[in-house]
């Protein structure tokens, strides 16, 4: 069943409602309060809601339907650390950012370590931020070329025009209620699809369960033994998990950028933690997509091999669907794609103002002025973005786990470094970046050198950090009270 005019103008359809919806908040933008923190008044099941998106994009509706089809579910394992990582955030980071008046979660670290740290953190942050969501862009290719069969460049830059121009003029409020919109458009698009999938299979559950059973317990979640090198078992989910998402939720401006946008800190508490609950059903449902598929072809082999685990998703939508239902789903899986785009756009943009332009460039100048860099720095993210996902067409790895290894590698230093200035009183900044440092050489030699999984690299990364930096200090504390 091919992709019909019907489904291409649900789609058109879509992408112009919702960027001329985001759009409409570009009358509100007055200050970088409202264009970064959308002026915190923003309700807090909104901000969660806008956190799972953030945290979602294409990646997440394409390969890991692709990671259970082509394996099971025991990824479900490392979203299990994602729920007691939002503990830890909502204990222990998020009343330290609603001490004082914050822009990005790096304003904390300048207060704590001086400026030289925070000036490491947010480079940090720009650089594998830019890099991962050149990754997730390149997905968005993925999906747009089996459905239309173009190029990259032309696929890339459709989707990424159109979010540019509601982020660019709506700021965060844009971005935080046209998240809210489209995690609803891409959870039910999911659930239609499964649905559909599970009718067209004889037998429906029943066969699904017999079938990944034969094919060695494709519905299986939990893997007790304990193997280094196997990134999807429990203890290396669950550890791993809790360290790289207590990473990316409580030291990642792509993150921090909608807690603090929360009205209170209690709200914010609450954003945090409700995300925790809706991410575990999301990223169950779109693994249980996967097992279903696998059964689905099975039954309905496709005519074309799959070149890779990725296609398996929006190749069913595109050729099994009734015609309007694909238009619809493809409408989903692509407001997943914009509502981490948007969402890295400003968080990039913040922190490339408030961290580097203000204090370094322009530190008397008016709120104007402000927001109209702001707005210059939206879009010239936008062209970066673009180039590196123009350059990531050549990796064969699943983006979804190249996006989250990307991520991983300046995540733990990061980690650690925030640990050190929340969880620490004498520990000094000369000591944190020798521990930042000694934390990045140790992952770098684990990734060259073992072939350790990727979800432990946070937790080595943070533990290298926070030991050596927590050592210095402690050596250098005793060396300064030693009798002369």
């Not at 002026?39 to 998106?53: K, M, Q």
């Not at 033994?225 to 203890?235: A, C, E, R, S, V």
């Not at 409580?250 to 807690?259: A, E, F, N, P």
Request: with cysteine; aromatic share 12%; charged share 10%.
């Amino acid at each position: 069943m091919a992709f019909g005019w019907v489904d291409f103008g649900v789609v058109a359809a879509y992408l112009v409602a919702i960027t001329l919806f985001g759009a409409r908040f570009g009358k509100r933008q007055r200050t970088i309060h409202d264009y970064f923190l959308g002026g915190r008044r923003l309700p807090w099941w909104a901000i969660a809601f806008s956190v799972v998106s953030a945290e979602t994009s294409i990646l997440t509706i394409i390969s890991t339907p692709g990671i259970a089809y082509a394996s099971n579910l025991n990824f479900l394992q490392l979203v299990l650390g994602y729920l007691v990582a939002r503990v830890v955030v909502a204990l222990v980071l998020i009343p330290r950012y609603f001490a004082g008046e914050l822009y990005t979660a790096y304003q904390l670290i300048e207060q704590r370590f001086g400026r030289p740290m925070r000036i490491l953190t947010a480079g940090l942050f720009l650089i594998t931020r830019a890099l991962a969501e050149g990754v997730r862009i390149f997905a968005i290719a993925i999906v747009v070329g089996v459905i239309l069969r173009t190029g990259v460049l032309a696929s890339v830059i459709i989707i990424t025009a159109l979010t540019l121009f509601y982020t660019y003029r709506g700021g965060l409020t844009a971005v935080i209620w046209t998240d809210v919109i489209q995690l609803i458009i891409y959870i039910s698009g999911t659930v239609l699809a499964l649905v559909i999938a599970l009718h067209a299979i004889p037998g429906g559950w029943n066969e699904v369960v017999r079938l990944s059973a034969a094919a060695g317990g494709k519905l299986a979640v939990f893997r007790f033994d304990f193997n280094w090198h196997q990134p999807y078992l429990f203890w290396s989910g669950l550890i791993g998990g809790t360290f790289l998402s207590t990473a990316s939720h409580g030291t990642d401006q792509l993150i921090v950028q909608r807690l603090l946008a929360a009205r209170s800190m209690r709200q914010s508490q609450a954003a945090v933690m409700a995300s925790g609950l809706i991410v575990f059903v999301q990223f169950s449902l779109f693994l249980l997509a996967g097992a279903v598929l696998f059964a689905y072809y099975r039954h309905f082999p496709s005519p074309q091999a799959f070149a890779r685990a990725d296609e398996v998703f929006p190749r069913f939508v595109v050729s099994s669907l009734p015609p309007g239902l694909a238009g619809l789903v493809v409408a989903a899986i692509l407001a997943a794609a914009m509502a981490n785009l948007s969402a890295a756009f400003n968080s990039l943009a913040s922190s490339s103002v408030v961290d580097f332009y203000k204090p370094f460039f322009q530190p008397q100048a008016d709120e104007k002025h402000y927001l109209r860099t702001a707005r210059l720095m939206t879009l010239a993210w936008g062209v970066v973005l673009i180039l590196i996902a123009l350059a990531a067409q050549h990796i064969e790895r699943s983006v979804l786990e190249l996006a989250l290894t990307i991520a991983s590698v300046p995540y733990g230093c990061m980690l650690g470094i925030f640990l050190l200035g929340v969880l620490t009183k004498r520990t000094s900044g000369a000591a944190a970046t020798a521990g930042a440092v000694a934390g990045l050489a140790v992952l770098f030699a684990v990734m060259g050198l073992t072939s350790v999984a990727w979800t432990w690299y946070v937790t080595i990364g943070t533990c290298v950090t926070f030991a050596v930096g927590w050592t210095l200090s402690v050596m250098t504390s005793a060396r300064a009270l030693r009798p002369e």
